[in-house]
């Protein structure tokens, strides 16, 4: 049986005309989920009975519990448990300008970058896209906060289950979803060049985030296995056709490894790499775990790097760290329940 919260609103409008009902009633129920956040189809009083028990027979309204919730004064993480048992974490950030949170889009992640502890547990499968939305809704309604922007950046790898990730971005940035708008969404992958040239094409102004984490072939061989498949001449390519098909800047994340990736030298061949394309830097603190063996740039290396980079006229920030007293800060997420 179907999630209802998996359906786009042309799809359900699709559907609605094969059981030849109007459109309109897409809308309405459109209404009834985003908005009333009604519990169950029985309490959607301006649908006729007979046609509430067809969509009873057709759908249901997902499943997703919250185990466990972890508070900091800037975060909240979140462990859901899925249908089947599984497990997957969401983290909420607070900002002045409103709330973000970072969804999961698949239980594990096949990357296996050397430094993310997500991606230690491999690949269970995708969330439909009704799981992702129903990260937002159930936090919404147990946080009674309102969710202002969206990050793609929790476990697993966005690119890898892109046709769901494409319906979730089209349900939350829906007017009569949950209007979010598209440039407050944002994807990260770890440079899976097809869906990159693909994503190109998809009509939303969704920001894209690569995460490069290397400034060479050889280095970054070494620290995410995704780069002897795509190196890094070839993402570069697909990076210049997407902001030349869409003329949007792409955000290169770069997450700092102690004596590994931060030296001055390394910032010299990133800039290289970068000059002349419409891209920021998005240096990203390492958060160190108990099982891996790589450590956080020393503050002086990393404003080194920094000012290095942004000497040669590139835009640079350094992410604001969120979350890592409670494991919830990126790189960190990985549930010890993550499987059934």
Not at 3 to 9: A, E, H, P, Q, V
Not at 63 to 83: A, C, P
Not at 207 to 232: F, G, Q, T
């Amino acid at each position: 049986m179907t999630d209802i919260y998996s359906m786009t609103k042309e799809e359900l409008i699709s559907w609605l005309e094969m059981q030849n009902v109007k459109s309109f009633k897409a809308v309405q129920i459109y209404e009834w989920l985003y908005d009333k956040r009604v519990k169950s189809f029985d309490e959607m009083t301006n649908l006729k009975k007979d046609f509430i028990e067809v969509l009873k027979e057709n759908f249901n309204l997902g499943s997703l519990k919250i185990r466990t919730k972890q508070e900091s004064d800037t975060t909240l993480k979140y462990l859901f448990e899925l249908k089947d048992g599984n497990c997957i974490e969401a983290v909420v950030m607070k900002h002045d300008y409103g709330n973000s949170i970072c969804v999961s889009s698949q239980i594990g992640c096949n990357m296996g970058c050397a430094f993310c502890e997500s991606g230690r547990l491999k690949k269970v499968r995708n969330l439909e896209a009704g799981e992702m939305v129903l990260q937002i809704l159930k936090i919404e309604e147990e946080s009674n906060i309102k969710i202002n922007s969206v990050v793609v950046m929790g476990i697993g790898e966005p690119f890898d289950n892109y046709d769901n990730l494409i319906k979730f971005f089209k349900i939350i940035n829906d007017p009569k979803g949950l209007a979010i708008g598209a440039r407050h969404i944002t994807v990260s992958t770890s440079g899976i060049v097809p869906k990159i040239i693909e994503f190109a094409d998809f009509p939303l102004q969704i920001n894209l985030a690569v995460s490069l984490h290397a400034p060479n072939n050889e280095l970054r061989n070494k620290i995410m296995k995704i780069n002897k498949v795509y190196n890094i001449d070839t993402l570069m390519d697909a990076i210049r056709y997407y902001i030349k098909k869409t003329n949007r800047r792409v955000t290169i994340e770069y997450v700092m490894l102690k004596n590994v990736n931060d030296s001055e030298a390394c910032a010299l061949e990133l800039c290289k790499l970068l000059k002349g394309m419409n891209v920021y830097v998005n240096l990203i603190p390492y958060n160190e775990t108990s099982h891996l063996e790589f450590s956080k740039s020393s503050e002086e290396d990393k404003m080194k790097f920094y000012d290095i980079v942004r000497r040669h006229g590139i835009t640079i920030t350094v992410r604001r760290e969120f979350g890592a007293g409670i494991d919830a800060a990126c790189g960190q997420l990985r549930a010890n329940e993550v499987i059934k």
